[in-house]
């Protein structure tokens, strides 16, 4: 799979810490700087052997001017599940050799990593981790009627910590112009290998496909494809949108919302 790398300038006037609005990193300098980040891919297989899975993307830094003492990486993580204490921390170093390191401490929406040079960090979890919910996404990308009045609304679930600008990005530069982003609180919890369903209040002819789809977090850092598509063969304006739990309690839902969708 083609993987398309977004890179950031992160500008400090002086010391103390940074928060970048786009990826929820922070940095702590110990004078102005200049840092130069990107995502970058993976190696799943040298996880797997050390037992570990993706549990955020794979930051790539680079310092232009000064110096950092602490890097603050966003997690998903809800404290009351516990599932903070099975993070650690991945150093890729330039020759691709992979070491695990312990946070300094690990707060409500963050892992925080002493370091002394920028090289590739990344949040990981124990494969053998209980499982647990986590914060999520639930993000859409709408493409627009054609001439028959056929469109698509593409609904991509993810992982709290991932980088909407960077999602946004590399499906404008798969799809262009005839796919929106439609912006909607996306926030809910969702569980690793849970299967999901979507439905709708539609009358129109519509077809959701598939019909349940599973949760799969630590696939989400590298894939922006969509988990369900709504198929209109209509003009719409407006859609309810339902996400559950496959065979869950009826009255529990895991995100509800009314979608406005844009015309030609």
């Known amino acids: 799979m083609k993987f398309f790398i977004v890179c950031s300038r992160f500008l400090c006037p002086r010391a103390g810490l940074f928060q970048c609005s786009i990826t929820g990193l922070v940095f702590?300098?110990?004078?102005?700087?200049?840092?130069?980040?990107?995502?970058?891919?993976?190696?799943?297989?040298?996880?797997?052997?050390n037992g570990k899975r993706p549990a955020g993307p794979l930051f790539k830094f680079t310092c232009l001017m000064g110096s950092v003492c602490q890097l603050h990486l966003p997690h998903c993580e809800i404290h009351s599940e516990g599932g903070r204490d099975f993070l650690s921390v991945a150093h890729v170093t330039d020759d691709d050799s992979m070491e695990f390191l312990l946070p300094h401490e690990t707060r409500e929406t963050h892992v925080i990593l002493n370091i002394t040079q920028?090289?590739?960090?990344?949040?990981?979890?124990?494969?053998?981790?209980?499982?647990?919910?986590?914060?999520?996404?639930?993000?859409?990308?709408?493409?627009?009627?054609?001439?028959?009045?056929?469109?698509?609304?593409?609904?991509?679930?993810?992982?709290?910590?991932?980088?909407?600008?960077?999602?946004?990005?590399?499906?404008?530069?798969?799809?262009?112009?005839?796919?929106?982003y439609i912006e909607k609180n996306p926030n809910c919890r969702l569980t690793q290998d849970q299967e999901y369903t979507l439905s709708t209040d539609?009358?129109?002819?519509?077809?959701?496909?598939?019909?349940?789809?599973?949760?799969v977090d630590y696939d989400s850092y590298t894939n922006y494809m969509p988990t369900f598509q709504l198929c209109l063969k209509t003009v719409v304006e407006e859609v309810n949108l339902l996400l559950k739990e496959h065979e869950g309690p009826e009255n529990e839902r895991v995100w509800d919302r009314l979608v406005s969708l844009p015309g030609n």
Not at 151 to 176: A, H, Q, Y
Not at 203 to 215: L, Q
Request: charged share 30%; proline share 6%; glycine share 4%.
């Open 202 to 215: 539609l009358t129109v002819e519509h077809h959701i496909d598939p019909k349940k789809a599973e949760f």
């Open 118 to 180: 920028f090289s590739k960090y990344g949040i990981t979890k124990d494969k053998e981790a209980p499982v647990s919910p986590i914060r999520a996404l639930v993000l859409l990308f709408y493409q627009l009627p054609d001439d028959n009045n056929n469109s698509t609304l593409n609904v991509l679930l993810l992982p709290r910590n991932v980088d909407i600008d960077e999602v946004c990005k590399t499906r404008r530069t798969r799809n262009g112009d005839r796919e929106i």
């Open 28 to 49: 702590s300098m110990e004078g102005e700087a200049e840092v130069l980040y990107s995502t970058v891919p993976w190696d799943r297989r040298l996880l797997s052997q």
